[in-house]
């Protein structure tokens, strides 16, 4: 499916995820505090999360359709393209619908983007190693994300703290620093990504023309292979519950990726302080993110690649409790950091499971799936945790999220049976 080598396919998937992880490490700690400063509300706030939320749960299976149809390589430029679209807007916004319009945007991006290039790495696995799962090399990629966003953030933190532009507020040179380095992205996904799509059975087409008719002859297949989709995961328990996961644990991500920056302001008295001071938890965090990524690895092989991953989506919720349950600065980091490292441990097992129920066919189309349902989640809980942390307090908005994500756990027992069923039937998966 690919010229490169699953040796040097496995190197760009890993710097692309470098070039594409590290620009976002630079806002992650001022998406919330940004707007707020700015003068919108804190149920405003996270209604942005809820506009690209409800964005990508629209285009996720068109895209990921379309990237199972016509190619991933083209899916992913236009991604990187919307990424720079949508920094720019979120730079230079200063109302509720000027934010809106560029949550619009970060939607279509995260849409465009999520998927395909890994759909992309483990075709190339598959095409050597048929059926193998990819937890060893995904666990890596866990890593480079999270050290990329860690670097980011803490870089964050240092332009914050620098603030050489006085004319603009502290928290707008990340956004900008965000936006020309989405355009770096951009270009190496041009120069470095390569992509050989087999022509499908039976295509014929005349020289000189064959690029264009079968672009769009694979483009028709879109609305085909996302209804393939679709039935899949109606007939296959397994996946069918591992979709359902993500309606819990994407509630649970609000409290540590929205509420976090919101609730160390109030415990600090400043936006602009806890902006300078989130950059640097932010980093750390997305340090223990990729230690968590790698010990997946570890865990998956002792322990099974389901039950690691039941076990750290359990103690995320846990650490999401423990986060409302603190009274002070220093508790709330060192919650949020176990918090954290417990997400990276749960990302890379998790998508070995949806690997393993997908083909080459629709395996941009199942990661759209998971994408949308975390998506559509995250869209209905934020707004909903935003005012009921209006009405109540923050910290009683982070324990019902944490305490919601822990029911989670139960959609993972169909894969349990199943990976049960492979290891008695000596069937077990070739670790990757």
């Keep these: 499916m690919t010229a490169l080598s699953p040796a040097a396919a496995r190197r760009v998937f890993l710097l692309l995820s470098a070039t594409r992880w590290f620009p976002v490490g630079l806002v992650v700690a001022v998406t919330t505090l940004l707007p707020i400063e700015r003068g919108l509300s804190v149920t405003q706030t996270l ?7 409800i964005v990508v749960f629209a285009l996720e299976l068109p895209t990921g359709g379309t990237a199972d149809a016509l190619g991933r390589r083209p899916v992913l430029v236009a991604a990187a393209s919307m990424q720079v679209l949508a920094a720019t807007l979120f730079a230079t916004a200063q109302s509720f619908w000027a934010f809106a319009l560029a949550a619009a945007a970060m939607g279509t991006f995260r849409a465009l983007d999520s998927g395909p290039m890994e759909a992309w790495f483990v075709d190339t696995v598959h095409a050597t190693t048929p059926g193998a799962d990819v937890d060893r090399t995904l666990s890596q990629q866990g890593g480079v994300m999270g050290t990329a966003m860690a670097v980011g953030a803490l870089a964050s933190s240092a332009l914050v703290w620098w603030h050489p532009v006085t004319a603009w507020s502290a ?25 050989d799509r087999p022509v499908p059975a039976g295509a014929r087409v005349a020289p000189g023309r064959s690029r264009a008719r079968r672009a769009l002859a694979e483009a028709r297949r879109t609305p085909a292979v996302i209804a393939d989709g679709l039935r899949l995961a109606g007939s296959n328990r397994v996946l069918l519950g591992l979709l359902l996961v993500e309606l819990f644990w994407s509630v649970a991500m609000v409290a540590y990726e929205s509420l976090m920056p919101i ?35 570890l865990a ?11 076990i750290t989506r359990v103690l995320n919720g846990l650490g999401v409790v423990w986060m409302g349950l603190t009274a002070g600065p220093a508790g709330l980091v060192v919650a949020y950091l176990v918090t954290y490292s417990l997400h990276g441990a749960g990302g890379p097992t998790y998508q070995a499971l949806l690997h393993r129920e997908a083909e080459s066919r629709n395996r941009s189309t199942v990661l759209s799936m998971a ?17 009921f942390s209006e009405l109540t307090s923050t910290p009683v908005a982070m324990i019902v999220a944490g305490t919601f994500s822990i029911l989670g756990v139960l959609c993972f ?9 492979l290891v008695a039937s000596g069937r077990a998966a070739v670790s990757v």
Excluded: D, K, N
């Excluded at 989640?377 to 934020?382: D, E, F, G, K, T």
């Design 47 to 53: 209604t942005l999360a809820s506009i690209t939320g």
């Design 413 to 421: 027992l169909p894969a349990r049976r199943h990976e049960r069923a």
């Design 371 to 387: 994408s949308m349902v975390a998506f559509v989640s995250y869209a209905l809980a934020s707004p909903v945790l935003g005012r």
């Design 171 to 195: 928290l707008t040179l990340p956004y900008v620093v965000y936006a020309v380095l989405a355009v770096a992205h951009l270009v190496m996904v041009c120069v470095l990504l390569q992509e």
């Design 263 to 297: 609730r160390l302001s109030e415990l600090l008295g400043s936006e602009q302080e806890a902006g300078a001071i989130m950059g640097v938890v932010a980093s750390a965090g997305w340090g223990v993110f990729a230690l968590g990524s790698a010990l997946a690895g």
């Design 300 to 310: 998956s092989r002792r322990i099974g690649v389901v039950r690691a991953a039941m």
